[in-house]
């Protein structure tokens, strides 16, 4: 343990300042502060966020889910803030929930698809030769292959269906993308001298990819994260509009978004489908606009000031 | 180059093959078979039993297999359990609506985008780059499903200048000039609503790419030379940035796919994509294997052929 701490110690300072973290940290919130627009997204989406997270653990569930057939396709009121949909309920609250849904669900499926492509791209980066040329020739495959179409096909065919094998079904795909990117960035980083010296000294490779390219691809894995979180979510609300995303039971904004497929209800009942469908608009804006400005604090070059 | 060629052409084959071996397990895994579909519910067990074993459903699964690739590869793409009709027919009536919807959404986004990724790019950070650059992060952003939706409401319903749905208006006569200008008219809407956000892709790599030939060594040297400012553009920068472009037309099949999939839904457009969305509501699984299988395929061909166009325009390539 001490021996490689002293391995390890001189590599890192000479590479990186001590701030690493905090400098990160500040280029990304600098370059954030700098943009109005992201800026504008930060608070927007931060005041969305606490709206629905509040409001989810506020709201009477029950209440929202109560059919009344009495109040069908209401028009937005005192009492029903965005009307009421073709069973009665509350738009308003099944728009809250919806959105608490769909974004989890996104997060989740960023998390879990960026862990596999983050293993799968380092390992192969890092390696490379023939692990590498066989895991990249999957990749090409699967980047192929129509995705909609056999994420719909699967969903159809699954015994069981719930959130836990959405989220898997949606992961299986999604995570090529990042370990295309992780593998290319990690095969850049394995070349450098840091390397190499830690290798000459007999660093375990595993200690070098965890404690040493990882940290030099944070901010690339950050920025990733943050744009295809709004890609998940697209993707995910996409799939419920078409029936094929969350059951019934668990409602998403594009569960709200799917009563438009109805004609009489796209054209003279908007209090239904579109404020989700804006919602989704704004989240998915604010998400890229933070994204783009993290982006920038990532790249030297793309830097505002 | 032909070492190229053939490495990158052979590299399709395994790709068909695995393909085919995917859909055929998913075809398998799914609920009835190809015979539950063309029997009534009183067929006795017994007569089933014997029917299966008949059309070899017992047999080991690579035999059942073999002989599922052998007719797909002579066209013979079975039945469809809920029309009645061969799967070849149904997709055949559809496939051109497909085409024309795709190849339309392509030309028109192309149309937008090259001109404004050139003036991006030329004048960067003018005002007018800054405002392609804001629209483009939109078009990245905007999901698809959404934006078609306010494209529909707005154009379609609200101020009812489009027809909201359908391939072509079912009065007109097939050959007539007003079949041609219903058929357009009904392509407008959803034509418009792909090609506004397809731009994304071609317009930031023209940017991106005509910023990093303006500071080339080549470049400089023109214009050392005295070549009029506009001549460096049109004979040295762009000249370079644009062929790569014909290339990608390949890579954009697999977004295609998925694109006519939302706005064939929600244009009530009778292409493939609505195909494909009716089969899988109806259970009409031998419609749905052979739209995937066709759907992978034609994606994998184009990667195939806008590889090879890219590595002839940009000999770099062969390399890797």
């Known amino acids: 343990m001490t021996v490689n701490m002293g391995n390890e110690k001189p590599v890192t300072d000479s590479m990186q300042p001590k701030t690493t973290h905090t400098s990160l940290g500040k280029t990304m919130w600098r370059e954030v502060k ?18 629905v997270y509040v409001g989810s653990y506020l709201l009477d569930l029950d209440k929202i889910n109560r059919i009344d057939m009495f109040n069908i396709y209401a028009k937005p009121s005192a009492d029903n803030w965005l009307g009421t949909d073709y069973g009665g309920r509350d738009i308003f609250g099944t728009l809250i929930i919806g959105a608490k849904n769909s974004i989890t669900i996104g997060v989740v499926i960023t998390l879990i698809s960026g862990l596999i492509g983050l293993t799968v791209g380092l390992i192969s980066g890092y390696f490379g030769g023939f692990i590498d040329n066989v895991i990249m020739r999957i990749i090409d495959f699967i980047i192929i292959l129509p995705f909609l179409m056999i994420v719909i096909v699967l969903i159809t065919v699954v015994p069981v269906f719930n959130v836990p094998v959405f989220i898997a079904i949606m992961s299986i795909f999604l995570w090529t993308g990042k370990a295309r990117l992780i593998r290319s960035k990690t095969l850049a980083e394995r070349e450098l001298d840091y390397v190499n010296a830690s290798k000459t000294l007999g660093t375990p490779n595993w200690k070098i990819i965890m404690f040493e390219v990882l940290p030099n691809l944070s901010s690339i894995i950050i920025v990733n994260m943050t744009l295809t979180l709004a890609g998940n979510i697209g993707i995910e609300t996409g799939l419920t509009y078409l029936g094929f995303g969350l059951p019934e039971t668990v409602p998403s904004l594009g569960t709200l978004v799917s009563y438009a497929s109805n004609p009489e209800v796209i054209q003279n009942k908007w209090w239904v489908w579109l404020p989700a469908s804006l919602l989704i608009l704004v989240i998915m804006l604010c998400i890229n606009f933070i994204g783009q400005a993290l982006k920038r604090a990532a790249d030297a070059r793309q830097r505002l000031t | 180059m032909l070492k190229f060629l053939l490495r990158r052409t052979l590299i399709m084959i395994p790709q068909l093959f695995i393909l085919s071996v995917l859909i055929f397990l998913l075809a398998k895994s799914m609920p009835g078979d190809a015979l539950r579909g063309q029997m009534g519910p009183q067929v006795d067990a017994e007569r089933i039993v014997e029917l299966r074993e008949k059309a070899g459903l017992n047999d080991p699964w690579h035999e059942q297999y073999g002989r599922w690739i052998g007719n797909v590869v002579q066209g013979d793409f079975g039945k469809s359990a809920v029309y009645q009709q061969k799967v070849t027919n149904l997709i055949g009536d559809r496939v051109g609506n497909t085409l024309l919807l795709s190849a339309s959404i392509l030309i028109v986004s192309y149309l937008i985008a090259i001109p404004l990724g050139i003036i991006a790019g030329r004048w960067t950070d003018s005002w007018a780059d800054k405002v392609i650059v804001w629209y483009n992060y939109l078009a990245f952003a905007t999901p698809l499903f959404v934006f078609a939706l306010l494209i529909l409401f707005i154009f379609g319903f609200t101020l009812q200048w489009f027809p909201i749905g359908g391939s072509v208006d079912i009065r007109a006569d097939k050959g007539t000039l007003e079949f041609v200008l219903s058929k357009a008219e009904h392509l407008v809407l959803p034509t418009m609503a792909g090609a506004l956000l397809a731009t994304f892709g071609t317009i930031q790599y023209l ?28 004979q040295h920068i762009f000249r370079n940035s644009l062929l790569p472009i014909a290339a990608f037309l390949g890579y954009e099949i697999t977004g295609l796919i998925g694109g006519s999939i939302f706005l064939e839904s929600i244009f009530s457009y009778p292409g493939l994509g609505q195909l494909f969305l009716t089969s899988i509501s109806s259970r009409d699984f031998s419609v749905v294997n052979m739209l995937v299988l066709i759907s992978g395929a034609a994606a994998i061909v184009g990667t195939m052929l806008s590889d090879l166009i890219l590595s002839w325009v940009d000999p770099r390539i062969r390399i890797d």
Do not use: C, H, Q
């Open chain 1, 34 to 51: 700098n943009d109005k627009m992201a800026l504008f997204s930060l608070i927007l989406l931060s005041a969305i966020l606490l709206t």
């Open chain 2, 207 to 234: 940017r991106n790419e005509i910023i990093d030939t303006k500071i080339k060594d080549f470049v400089k040297t023109a214009r050392s030379k005295g070549v009029p400012e506009r001549k460096v553009y049109t």
